[in-house]
């Protein structure tokens, strides 16, 4: 069954901490995507990759690092540098778009960090 | 920049009335258009897609959106809102080429009265 899975759904950490969240996908898709979603703000664009070790800054990429190791994984770290990391974050996949195939993008049901 | 613009940050209707969602792009070229919908702590569902063609698009649960080239636009309908239909909207466009970046508008908050 193919998908996009993300975890854990609820993650607490302490100010100061990194902390890594995990974003896997079996739709051999090449593009994955990182969104942080806050209240009125819609989605906004962390990382996004196309291809396995490469990967592009976003609108808010400051406090964030991603690395792309493998097709499959597209981890994302919230490093102490992020000044509010408290948000609820999404991670997507899709085909590239102009190479013939369907682009629309899946959604993972999302983590939920809180920095306490 | 490329850029997408919900202008309703909400919205109440009554049930079975008809429902019509702004969403505005900036991009030079044709871009690929998406209008998902998320209800609360959950991912999104991709509700329908433009990429070229016919400018009236059909999606899932009734709804049906337009591309409007003159107008940068594609608003997405309804002609009868039922309860379920409760959620938050978002607009998105891919703007291929070489960046492919995936952005989102602010998104519509969708209350259905009964």
């Known amino acids: 069954d193919g998908g996009i899975t993300q975890s854990p759904k609820y993650l607490f950490r302490k100010e100061g901490q990194n902390v890594t969240l995990s974003c896997e996908q079996n739709?051999?898709?090449?593009?994955m995507y990182w969104y942080r979603q806050d209240p009125g703000q819609g989605l906004r664009l962390i990382y996004y990759?196309?291809?396995?070790?490469?990967?592009q800054k976003g609108d808010i990429a400051e406090g964030y690092s991603v690395s792309r190791e493998k097709k499959e994984s597209f981890p994302l770290t919230v490093t102490s540098a992020q000044k509010n990391p408290t948000a609820f974050y999404l991670c997507?996949?899709?085909?590239?778009?102009?190479?013939?195939?369907?682009?629309?993008?899946?959604f993972g049901q999302g983590t939920r960090l809180t920095v306490v | 920049a490329q850029s997408v613009t919900q202008p309703d940050i909400h919205i109440t209707v009554s049930e079975g009335a008809s429902l019509e969602l702004r969403c505005n792009y900036s991009?030079?070229?044709?871009?690929?258009l998406f209008w998902y919908v998320q209800s609360p702590g959950q991912g999104l569902q991709l509700l329908l897609k433009?990429?070229?063609?016919?400018?009236l698009v059909q999606g899932i649960k009734g709804f049906e959106a337009e591309f409007k080239r003159s107008q940068s636009s594609f608003n997405l309908r309804k002609p009868s809102v039922h309860w379920s239909d409760a959620a938050e909207y978002f607009c998105?466009?891919?703007?291929?080429?070489?960046?492919?970046?995936?952005?989102f508008g602010t998104g519509t908050l969708l209350a259905v009265q009964p």
């Open positions: 997507a996949s899709s085909p590239i778009p102009g190479q013939g195939l369907d682009t629309e993008a899946f």
């Open positions: 739709l051999n898709h090449d593009a």
């Open positions: 990759s196309q291809i396995v070790n490469d990967f």
């Open positions: 991009y030079g070229a044709t871009p690929y």
């Open positions: 433009y990429f070229s063609g016919d400018t």
């Open positions: 998105a466009v891919v703007t291929g080429g070489a960046t492919n970046k995936l952005i």
